[in-house]
């Protein structure tokens, strides 16, 4: 899988590296422990429409978008007809970051971020698949029609 498509797992990977230091980087240097961040969001809860943007709300919806990537490229890998791979793949992978955060100072797992970390994985499962769709119809009718000439014998195209 991956010698076949260099490029995106070298991407991918890339992406992995910056999961990893977002997210297994201890608390005190950590990319999300930020002043700026917080400076952000006072400023986004001044405006009406977004009060409801607390600190946790924001963190959850991060916690989301960073993995839409993650389960984007796993699919990519692994290919839209084990989709429930890359899911699997993407649970199993948020399950051992929250499991090696609890031996990282100032850390702390928890199991909400599981669950946000797998939907945002299976969101971008979710646009790979629809983003795909036509490829793989194509590909389907091709097998198809392989299958049928090599069955009736008859040359197709």
Do not use: C, K
């Amino acid at each position: 899988m991956f010698h076949r498509h260099p490029v995106l797992s070298l991407t991918t990977f890339a992406y992995l590296g910056f999961v990893a230091w977002v997210t297994l980087t201890p608390a005190s240097s950590a990319p999300t422990g930020s002043e700026l961040i917080a400076r952000v969001l006072a400023r986004l809860q001044g405006y009406d429409e977004l009060a409801w943007l607390t600190y946790d709300r924001a963190e959850l919806l991060a916690n989301v978008a960073l993995f839409v990537p993650v389960g984007l490229f796993l699919l990519l890998l692994v290919g839209s007809r084990l989709w429930w791979v890359a899911g699997i793949a993407a649970f199993l992978m948020t399950s051992a970051i929250e499991t090696v955060q609890r031996s990282i100072p100032g850390r702390v797992p928890d199991e909400r971020d599981i669950l946000a970390n797998t939907a945002g994985a299976l969101i971008g499962i979710l646009a790979g698949l629809v983003l795909t769709y036509p490829a793989a119809r194509r590909r389907a009718a091709v097998r198809r029609a392989r299958e049928r000439e090599r069955v009736d014998g008859t040359r197709v195209g």
